[in-house]
């Protein structure tokens, strides 16, 4: 009889991790940046790929997943998540709230230096111009047109300014990632951290819930029948 318990155990173990296993299978695979330029689906230019949020699923075999916000101004825009490899998932750990990918008309591949979020729109006069404040600097400021586009970009209060431009204009140059003049970008990025909520308690609830399913099928009714006696 022991025996049989133990069996049923160990089945009803396999069904509950199964189950914390079982990752949508809509979720479209892309290992890496490549493969979402190639992507004719996802990329419509003009697009700018924003990085929302990154983390795994499953106990034993990993699925690794990112959520990301596509903004195409001239159509629809739409938050997304994706499966990629670990390599990719990994490269991009520091890169939460930023432009991971922008796509222009005309180019045939894809831009991939991450910058700050917006950095496709700053200096482009079909969006936007430049605002001189009384201290003497100058702001980005969008048209009327896209005054949404602060909000989806995770700008909150901020506001680049034309100095914040000239440096993002070097890095693209040089191709080396840029996470603000004091780092207010990104995964530890002050500005992130304020306009970007990450889905931590969600998932450590889920976690939660999962570990007290698999207490509960610990407690098999035989069990609880020699507790009381």
């Given amino acids: ?20 296993l079982k990752t949508d299978e809509k979720r479209f695979y892309y290992k890496n940046y490549e493969s979402l330029d190639q992507s004719t689906s996802l990329l419509r230019p003009p697009t700018s790929l924003i990085l929302l949020d990154s983390y795994s699923e499953g106990l034993i075999l990993k699925t690794y997943l990112l959520k990301i916000r596509l ?4 159509s629809d ?3 997304i998540t994706i499966k990629t490899s670990h390599e990719f998932w990994k490269k991009n750990a520091p890169n939460i709230g930023m432009s991971i ?8 591949k894809a831009e991939i230096t991450p910058l700050p979020p917006g950095s496709y729109f700053i200096g482009s006069f079909t969006f936007g111009s430049w605002r001189l404040l009384n201290s003497g600097k100058r702001v980005w400021k969008f ?6 586009l602060p909000e989806l970009l995770g700008w909150g209060k901020w506001q680049p300014t034309k100095d914040f431009y000239k440096k993002i204009l070097i890095h693209r140059e040089q191709k080396l990632p840029f ?23 969600l ?8 570990l007290l399913h698999l207490t509960k099928l610990f407690s098999l009714p035989g069990n609880a029948g020699e507790q009381n006696e």
């Fill in 203 to 210: 998932r450590k609830f889920k976690k939660e819930n999962f």
């Fill in 101 to 108: 990918l922008r796509l222009d008309e005309g180019h045939p």
């Fill in 77 to 79: 825009n739409k938050d």
């Fill in 179 to 201: 996470y603000g003049p004091n780092d207010e970008f990104g995964t530890k990025g002050s500005i992130t951290k304020a306009n970007f909520k990450r889905s931590k308690e």
């Fill in 143 to 148: 048209h009327r047109s896209y005054r949404d």
């Fill in 1 to 20: 009889m022991g025996k049989i318990s133990l069996y049923v155990l160990l089945i009803l173990i396999y069904l509950g991790l199964s189950k914390s």
């Fill in 71 to 74: 903004i195409r101004v001239f």
